[in-house]
């Protein structure tokens, strides 16, 4: 096997200069947010909460913009038959932060949230916390191991170099300055990283589009050249399949713990709004250049190409076509430079997903559940040790299993099905209650599973309306492979029921135990008799026993203000919400 060694060289400096810009930040904010009696922990966790607009705006980009992303929409422009009409990604996740900088930012932010599991243990208790940790857990480290398997898969096709070894220490550079920086060192990589991302790819596109073998790409996004025009379209059987995945990418996107540290770590609760808005308009931007690249390889001879004359879409390569394009219709230099993209879009994702999970379960699995009274130091050293087992365990997963795409769209699913609703609940609706909770737990879980999972061959159990037998044939060995492809939009219908299911069994509870139908002795649970129901009901006000979750928010959210983030690029008094950090404020104006 021949190694590029100028590719080789190039991805060298690129990994030194992130782990230097990784390093420096620790250094820099090493006693960010720790004066005045702060915690450590917490700094870690949500920087200080004095993340100012430059930064702020970068790392919120990169929440969603990553390997995935990039990679997932040339292919989906890529593929026959899909186009852009199916490159669902851009739109969906810019919608999903927008709805989130609406409806979301502004009351976790007020209320001094430190992750976004904490409403759920102040609400439902540290039982329902920690059911709700398994679906965000699940979807933050299949996240990090299928963009891990993407880079090796991407280094291998231009720089000919060992998979396993170029996963390995991508996640070894991600985990180290995660684990000696928290969300500081990962905040100002990601301004690095997105800097690259747009400009590796944007200087790869004038190459690759002016390649002899590409036809014009304006001619074949509406006529067939080589194969279907690239601007695709959707049939209308595919109608609702098409309305359910959307949905899923704008309201699921909106659940999860890589988004709301953001959010927690701004300055102000407006601050998180306004970055929410940034992030959006950031996303857009950053999907132009993947759709192009998209564009080119749906409009290319591959002929005429050191590729060969099979096209990627018919030896199954067609989720590797943007570092197809790079390495056989762009000068090699060029295609460096473009794999130094690639690879700072894989890590700015892949380190957020690892603090983010590390974060949730240190707080909310190991200090709210099991040792209420650990000190500082101690929450640290079990948020570095979980940076490394979970940075391990993803690492392992993208070596090892090869259905780690499939466990990620199905984690994904039950972040959308499960998550989204309780998070609606437990901001917006009055009066549900941990019964409840448990109800739309289990009524999202089975809906969703019952349709099946083609991605894991996973059979359905439950047939929804419009299923039909689909047909794949495997070009390279001739297999064919029959699949249910359920049309009907039973993802967005389970999440609904969730949603539903919380409420009306939160509400005949709390009637049949404060009517006396059901005696008292059985509120097991803890969850209305003995929590006062009139007051948990209708305020959603934490009431203290033994129990219950005390959260530290419950006290007046301090700022951590100064020479940080904030005072690095723009005012961090600026666009301040002091009346409303503390959950105090917040139900005091209700």
């Known amino acids: 096997m021949t190694i590029h060694v100028e590719g080789l060289v190039a991805i060298v400096l690129f990994y030194v200069l992130i782990l230097f810009v990784g390093i420096w930040a620790a250094w820099k904010n090493k006693n960010s947010g720790v004066g005045e009696g702060g915690d450590r922990s917490e700094s870690i966790m949500v920087g200080g909460r004095d993340i100012g607009l430059f930064v702020g705006g970068f790392t919120m980009t990169a929440t969603w913009v990553g390997g995935g992303y990039i990679n997932g929409t040339a292919e989906y422009v890529y593929l026959p038959d899909y186009g852009l009409a199916w490159a669902q990604a851009p739109f969906g996740y810019a919608l999903s932060l927008v709805l989130g900088g609406l409806f979301f930012a502004k009351p976790m932010r007020s209320r001094g949230y430190v992750t976004m599991l904490d409403p759920f243990q102040q609400l439902y208790g540290k039982r329902m916390g920690g059911l709700l940790f398994i679906p965000a857990l699940m979807g933050e480290i299949f996240w990090s191991a299928a963009i891990l398997s993407a880079l090796g898969a991407t280094l291998s096709v231009i720089v000919d170099i060992n998979i396993n070894m170029s996963v390995v220490i991508s996640a070894l550079i991600a985990i180290f300055y995660t684990l000696v920086g928290g969300l500081y ?240 609940s437990v901001l917006f609706v009055k009066g549900t209650n941990t019964y409840g909770s448990v109800a739309a737990y289990i009524f999202g879980l089975l809906l969703r599973i019952g349709g099946g999972e083609p991605y894991l061959k996973l059979p359905p159990f439950i047939y929804y309306p419009g299923w039909v037998i689909e047909k794949k044939v495997h070009l390279i060995s001739g297999d064919v492979e029959y699949f249910v492809q359920q049309r009907f939009p039973f993802k967005s219908v389970s999440m609904v029921a969730s949603f539903l299911a919380n409420v009306v069994f939160s509400y005949l509870t709390k009637y049949l135990f404060e009517s006396g139908m059901l005696s008292h002795k059985y509120d097991f649970m803890d969850a209305v008799v003995s929590k006062h129901s009139a007051e948990i009901m209708d305020k959603a006000t934490l009431v203290s026993n033994h129990d219950n979750i005390i959260l530290s928010e419950m006290a007046p959210v301090r700022q951590a203000l100064g020479a940080t983030l904030a005072g690095t690029f723009t005012n961090a008094e600026a666009l301040s919400d002091d009346g409303e950090s503390s959950p105090e404020s917040y139900h005091s104006k209700n």
């Open 185 to 424: 060192s990962v905040a100002y990589t990601d301004v690095v990283q997105l800097f690259c991302i747009f400009l590796g790819l944007w200087i790869s596109v004038p190459f690759a589009l002016s390649n002899p073998a590409v036809a014009d790409i304006g001619v074949s996004a509406k006529e067939a050249i080589y194969q279907s025009p690239w601007l695709g379209k959707i049939k209308p059987e595919d109608n609702w399949l098409w309305a359910d995945n959307f949905f899923l990418l704008m309201l699921g996107g909106i659940p999860w713990q890589v988004y709301f540290q953001r959010v927690l770590s701004a300055s102000s609760a407006t601050y998180a709004q306004v970055l929410s808005f940034l992030a959006a308009f950031g996303c857009l931007v950053m999907a132009v250049p993947s759709v192009l690249i998209g564009a080119i390889g749906a409009s290319t001879n591959w002929n005429q190409t050191t590729y060969g004359y099979v096209a990627p879409k018919d030896k199954e390569e067609s989720d590797m076509i943007l570092p197809i394009v790079l390495q056989h219709l762009c000068p090699p230099y060029i295609s460096f430079f473009g794999l130094g993209a690639v690879s700072a879009a894989v890590m700015s994702s892949a380190d957020s997903s690892i603090l983010s999970a590390s974060s949730m379960f240190a707080r909310n699995i190991y200090q709210q559940a099991f040792r209420q009274m650990a000190s500082d130091t101690e929450i640290v050293w079990v948020m570095r040790i979980t940076i490394f087992v979970f940075g391990a365990l993803a690492t392992a997963m993208a070596l090892l299993t090869g259905s780690v795409y499939g466990l990620w769209y199905l984690s994904s699913d039950l972040v959308y099905v499960i998550i989204f609703p309780q998070l609606l």
